[in-house]
Structure formats: C-alpha cells, structure tokens
C-alpha cells in the first residue's frame, strides 16, 4: 500500500476493520531514503519532501488510521522504525535521519499518551541492514548486517520482554544510541561523516 495514497489507506483500513477486527499488531515501517548535497547547485527540497511525506506523515496516517482498532483489543502493540541515526546522523542523508528523529521524539509521546490503554508502543532502531533501501549495492554490502540475523535478535528481545524505555536497540547500537549523553558525540559524528 502506498501510504501517501489517503484513497488507498481508507480502502485498506476499512478491509482490515472488516476482515481483521481482533488484530493487534501495526508495523509501521514506512520509509524511504535518499542521499542530499545540499551544496549542489541544482539542490532542491523535492527529495525532502517525498522522504517526509513518506517516513513522517505516513507513519503518521498510519497509525491514525489503525490505532481506533489497536485500542478496542485486549492487549495491542504499535510499533515504528526509527533508526539509531536519530541520535547520531549521517551527514549526507539529513532528511533521512532528521525523520527518524522526529519518529523518535513522536513515539516516545505516543508511549506517554497510551501509557493507560491496552496498546504498547515500541521503536525498531535497526543498524545499517541488507536490504535495498539505499540501493541494490546494499543488499550484499558486507558492512550491513544481514536482515534475518536482525529479525531473529529482536524476535528474541521482544519474547524476553518488557522492552527497556520501549525502543528495540540492538547491543551494537548503543554507543550511537548515547553518544551524547557519554559524550562521545563529536568524535563519532566525526568517524561516521569524514571531512
């Protein structure tokens, strides 16, 4: 389904409410990305655009179209993927990690707002992972890691549960996760996007 499509979403979430009324999960992993030079003459925000169309506002539309049925059940959980590159950015996709930012900050309120209802909210940071997200060079990138390993890790924190602070952080993200706070920031920002 194409999220920024509101004919597309009303259609779909009407067919889930219809054929689906006891589900209790919503992945919203909508999401693209693409590199900026924002020193390049020919610079434009139509890329920022489409990616905060995509990773914010159909995160968004998303949840707003599903959460009215995750909060009629028992027990629900909304879960969205941010990205470890909301706390420690690459410098040559500003919007990509300025969204996962923003879904970062938007979850956390999400959890504090449904803290009393049945719906659990949780944030997938995945590390950089071989999917095509970037491109098809990505998929055998052997830097990335592979996606069913990833899969098969949070799988497992999740049956460990509860989920500390609600985010899915693998242990090899952590030190992205608080650079700040251990201040480690500059010299890892400095690491990731070399001048």
Known sequence: MDVNDATALARCSAAINAQFPHINVLIANAGISQPETVT???WT????????????LGVIRVTAAFLP????QPQATLMAT???????????????????????????S????LRNT???????LPPYLQTALTGNQQLSDPRAMPLDDYIAQILQMLENGPVARGELL?????ARRWAE?????????DMMNPR
């Open 40 to 42: 390049a003459d020919e």
């Open 45 to 56: 925000s139509d890329i920022a655009e489409q990616i905060v169309m995509t990773n914010i």
């Open 69 to 72: 049925l995750l909060r009629r």
């Open 82 to 108: 941010s990205s470890a590159l909301a706390f420690l950015p690459l410098a040559s996709f500003p919007t990509y990690c300025a969204s996962k930012a923003f879904l970062h900050s938007w979850l956390v």
């Open 110 to 113: 999400l959890r504090h707002q």
């Open 118 to 124: 049945s719906v659990e909210v949780l944030e997938m």
């Open 170 to 174: 693998l242990e090899r993200d952590h």
């Open 181 to 189: 706070r251990d201040g480690n920031f500059d010299a890892m920002f």
